[in-house]
């Protein structure tokens, strides 16, 4: 998997890798630059390639430091795999059939691996079987969601149950989903994995406030939990802690209820020594569970007209929204 995942990564940064949608590829080439940068020999391949994108030499070694990252950190390993398949991708050798792959002589279907066949005849077997073994796996799926439901569920009542880390980053908004127009200042990634997939994700808005300036953030934590009990209890220690990016003292605001349990604060940084200009404003927190998912944002600074209560909310409801559409589609 790390040669594929620097191969295509890499592919991505230099546009040979098509197929994927914009927020894919611009999360894509954040991780791989920001990756390449981190060391000498990186930022001298990462020169090369920007230099010569289709320089075969400079992309292998772009590929090879990358490579060698992956194997050094496992979260950032599987941070890009979920990136990467995130959208239809078009790699040499690989056959996208929905959720089945052919990748050189082998085919898998979910835990199912089966041999390409050489002959034309024994590939149209195999084409034959493919679409038998679907139709078995369609009735299957079919015959577990009708047994072992209530009357609710069976109605498509949402249900609460865990999110495996693909569905963690999937999970969150991109831009284009975002009310406004908005840019990402950090792409959706694992941040995290313990008891709980922790994802993330921050967005700038690019309204500008009477000074010009456009400062104002949302920042997204959520923590996907193996059971409702495990999220009560992560819900509860974070609404405790009541930690925030800029470390000052928060106080009740009152707001509706969103998702089973919520929990809104706000804070202020003034314009004091060691505070940033860009920082300096009014701040929410939005602490909500929504059955297995415990959902942090920070929103603000709001001044000048730029960022409301309301908006606040939209985004916050938003992101609860997308947790119970998740946890429903299992």
Not at 15 to 42: D, K, S
Request: net charge negative; glycine share 10%; aromatic share 4%.
């Amino acid at each position: 998997m790390e040669t594929d995942l620097a191969a295509v990564a890499v592919g991505v940064l230099t546009g040979a890798a098509t197929g994927f949608g914009q927020e894919t590829v611009a999360a894509v080439i954040r991780l791989v630059r920001e990756r390449l940068a981190a060391t000498p020999r990186g930022q001298a391949a990462l020169a090369e390639v920007d230099a010569a994108p289709g320089d075969e030499g400079a992309r292998r070694e772009a590929e090879a430091v990358l490579r060698e990252a992956l194997r050094a950190d496992h979260g950032f390993q599987q941070t890009l795999a979920i990136h990467l398949n995130m959208s239809p991708t078009h790699m040499n050798n690989v056959v996208m059939l929905n959720n089945t792959k052919m990748r050189g002589s082998q085919i898998s279907l979910g835990p199912i691996i089966l041999r390409k066949p050489n002959t034309t005849a024994g590939l149209l077997g195999l084409a034959t079987a493919l679409v038998v073994v679907a139709a078995l796996l369609v009735y299957g799926v079919l015959q577990l969601a009708g047994e072992g439901l209530g009357d609710d569920e069976a109605d498509g009542a949402a249900r609460a149950r865990a999110l495996s880390a693909a569905e963690a980053v999937q999970m969150l908004p991109g831009m284009t989903d975002l009310p406004g127009t908005w840019v990402t200042s950090r792409a959706a990634n694992i941040e995290g994995d313990s008891k709980c997939h922790n994802a993330g994700a921050e967005f700038e808005s690019e309204e500008r406030d009477s000074s010009g300036s456009s400062d104002l953030r949302v920042q997204y934590a959520t923590y996907a939990c193996p059971d409702t009990a495990t999220a009560t209890t992560g819900f509860a220690q974070l609404t405790d802690e009541g930690s925030n990016p800029a470390d000052r003292k928060e106080t009740a605001f009152p707001s509706r209820t969103l998702g089973d349990q919520s929990a809104t604060s706000s804070y202020k940084v003034e314009d004091e020594y060691m505070a940033a200009p860009g920082d300096i404003g009014s701040y929410l927190t939005w602490r909500a569970r929504v059955g297995t998912v415990v959902i942090e944002m920070h929103y603000g600074p709001a001044r000048d007209n730029v960022g409301s209560e309301k908006q606040a909310e939209e985004l916050m409801r938003l992101m609860c929204d997308r947790a119970r559409e998740a946890q429903a589609r299992g």
